[in-house]
């Protein structure tokens, strides 16, 4: 966003207010300066400032981005963009945390990549974490800096998804369609993207996941590093030109749903979906595949915040739930609120972040449902240690790791 974009965007705030009634920030600490009226009116006070006042640096960094302001602004403010572009505003200024700095590197490096960081990890992560009994993740062994015995960090595969799918023989009068896995699946959760995959093939489509794909950019974007987020958008688009010919993209990921549908020069060609839009327009052929099969499990569902505000997303994954799960499905109170997760926020802002996702596991522990799902890797991975934090008995799951089990089930 340009300044003068910027400047258009504060302008049309008339401070009433609505945004203090929905912002999980504001509902745990209760201050004026950490609701978007209030980071609207000090991003006005010090625009074009380079002195940048700690109240200031405290109301920018003090935000989820998760977008519940905006559904809730009468007048339409591009809130969260405002608050990316104060945090590129930041950068410029003061420059870049230095762990951010070295993790975005790895996303744009092609032999220092993510990829090769998360096979060495592999090698060395059962020293310094232990696995869960129940849940997929681990929880570190002896004490380490930034991270509390409840704290929950993804089991690092052997293999990701490109490297599985590189084994993987597929026939070939499947329909093509673009698979936009994200980082969390390719890397972190390749068994997600496989059920994904596994779900496509049954409706008879064959994913294309170019390996060329970089991460959707939101991370780098929402840090402020407006460079890093440029040239990995950059890299996409390219990907996207490439394949044209194929008209339609998915993803499981929420947020790079979001992101990608933001993406300005995207070609006109290609649409983007999330896997449960699309699965809904071919309600009918999933309906005759699942039969008369359902979960035996209780499923609630939380809605990510890039799906339902980024996107607007709420009705396509609440279809699925029920097809998948019929009676099994309940509702759980203010299935809408932030899990606190936000990017980084859950790292950076371990305390608050937690004040936030208990809520959400208390209102998940009320339903008595055995599985909280949701599509967002992000949020999947906040839940479960919202699970583990409160002892609860649920797990949280992809809906279409889900709908996989279900189909594979003779
Ligand atoms: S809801 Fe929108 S217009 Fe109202 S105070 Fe918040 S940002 Fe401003
Ligand atoms: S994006 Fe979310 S956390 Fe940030 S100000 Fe808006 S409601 Fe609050």
Redesign the pocket.
Known sequence: MTPTEVKEELKKCVKCGA?MA?????RQTGRED???RG?LNLIEIVENNQDLPATWLEAVD?????????ENCSKGVR??EV?AAARVHQTETLGLNPIKKGAFALLKNRIFSIARFIKLGYLGQWLLWRRLPRHSGLVRRIPLPGFDDKTVIPALPKRNLDDLLRRRKVAQELKPILFFPGCATRYLHPEMGLDIIFVLEKLGFKAIVPTEFNCCGLVTWGAGDAASSSKLKQGNLKVLRDNSEIRQLVTGCASCGHALKEYEQRPPEIEILDISEFLFRHRKALEDLIGSRKLKQKVTYHDPCHLRKGQGITAAPRWLLKLIAGDNFIEMSHPER?CGA?GTFGISHKELSRKILNEKTRDADATGAEIVASGCPGCILQLTEGAVVADSRWLAKHPLSLLAELLRRE
């Open positions: 945004c929905v912002c999980p920030i504001y950490m609701v978007a980071k003090n935000c989820l981005l998760c977008c519940s302001c905006e809130i969260t608050i932030c936000g």
